[in-house]
């Protein structure tokens, strides 16, 4: 069988090249692996278990290990999926890759995390501008196994269904928190910041620069102003929020953010690498390196 992956398609419009996204769900085609496909995986596994010591939560570490994720070959869904169900009622389901938003919400709604199904090729070890199933897997599914994170994602699903009905202003508002906590986030653990992002733990290079550079900032995390700071995809962030626990997040999200959207709306949006003097500033970013403020 050909593994070729089948990759997401990019379309030029006026905002430059987008993902054409597909609602493909397909059962995960774990035969058609090819040896290299399960070395990739077992590099970046080997190589992130060990930068991730003393970096990631752990929580996060804990939980990877729970999950009997290996090195050994590329996990199957259906091995994880009995152990995730058990644990918070998550099931994994395989995807072609970016889903329409809608979509993606409902099936964060019902407790389905879709896990692109591909992996990347050997010469895109340290960057990809997609997720694979490396980000998705390793990365998104460990922390679904935590109680109370697996109920603030299955919570986002739902605010994302009603934030859509809202209009385009809130959903830009909803995918910064989503961008800020689930991609990008940082814990205070005890004995110091620790990453649980996903897009943090599936790169070697942001995992030691979001904790050990002196160029981002470092925030504590708040909902209206983590929710009006615009972000970059294509670099390291500016600025990391850090929230004290998982229970402060599901807190702090908990009400119902349809007046929130509204009094954002007659607010400015903030740049990616501003600190506000309402802030809780762990670290104040010394700049190096940034490019030009852009970004939504
Ligand atoms: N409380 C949010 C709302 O009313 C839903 C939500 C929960 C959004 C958790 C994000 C994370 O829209
Ligand atoms: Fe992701």
Known sequence: MNATPKRVEHQLTDKGYVPVYTT?????PWDSYTDEDHAVWATL?????EVLKGR??????????????????????????PILREATGWELIGVEGLLPELDFFDHLANRRFPVTWWIRKPDQLDYLSEPDLFHDL???VPLLMNPVFADYMAAYGRGGVKAHGIGPEALVNLTRLYWYTVEFGLIRQPDGLRIYGSGIVSSKGESIHCLESDAPNRIGFDLERVMRTRYRIDTYQKTYFVIDSYEQLMEATGPDFAPIYEKLAQLESIPAGDVLESDTVFNKGTGEGWLDEGGD
Not at 24 to 28: G, L, W
Not at 45 to 49: G, H, K, L, P, V
């Open 56 to 81: 990631a939560s752990d929580e996060f570490l804990a939980s990877q290990e729970a999950m009997g994720m290996t090195p050994g070959h590329i996990p199957k869904f259906s091995d994880l999926n």
């Open 24 to 28: 493909a769900v397909v059962d995960q």
């Open 45 to 49: 596994f080997e190589r992130q278990r």
């Open 138 to 140: 390793f990365g998104h």
